[in-house]
């Protein structure tokens, strides 16, 4: 499986990349991931006219979009366009981080989890 990624550079600059996710059989209940260890799981609502400048993010995280759309814009310049069902990983923890904003006049509804320092994709 594979999920988007911002992370910061030696200079602090952001950029877009992949992770991977391994993924084995289940069995009949598909496939699954090893477990992943994590620290904290954060509900947010992000207003319609959310416009957030750059900044980095807070923790090593993960962001999962429940609803709404968001742009989110690295040093380079690059946007991407996210939304309901994607997953993002934030590992853009110091230098000039990225922006965020809303789309369409949304409301975003998001959870966050933060992950343990040792978890790796």
Avoid at 77 to 105: I, M, P
């Amino acid at each position: 499986m594979k999920i988007s990624r911002i992370y910061n550079d030696d200079e602090g600059k952001s950029h877009f990349g992949e992770a991977h996710v391994d993924l084995k059989d289940g069995g009949p209940i598909g496939r699954l991931s090893e477990k992943f260890g994590v620290d904290k799981i954060i509900f947010r609502e992000t207003p319609a006219d959310y416009d957030f400048k750059w900044h980095p993010a807070p923790a090593r995280q993960l962001l999962f979009i429940i609803k709404g759309r968001a742009e989110f814009t690295v040093s380079n310049g690059e946007s991407r366009v996210l939304g309901a069902g994607d997953v993002l990983l934030l590992e853009d923890t110091e230098g000039q981080g990225h922006c965020s904003k809303a789309l369409f006049n949304e409301v975003r509804h998001s959870i966050f989890v933060t992950l343990d320092d040792d978890t790796t994709f």
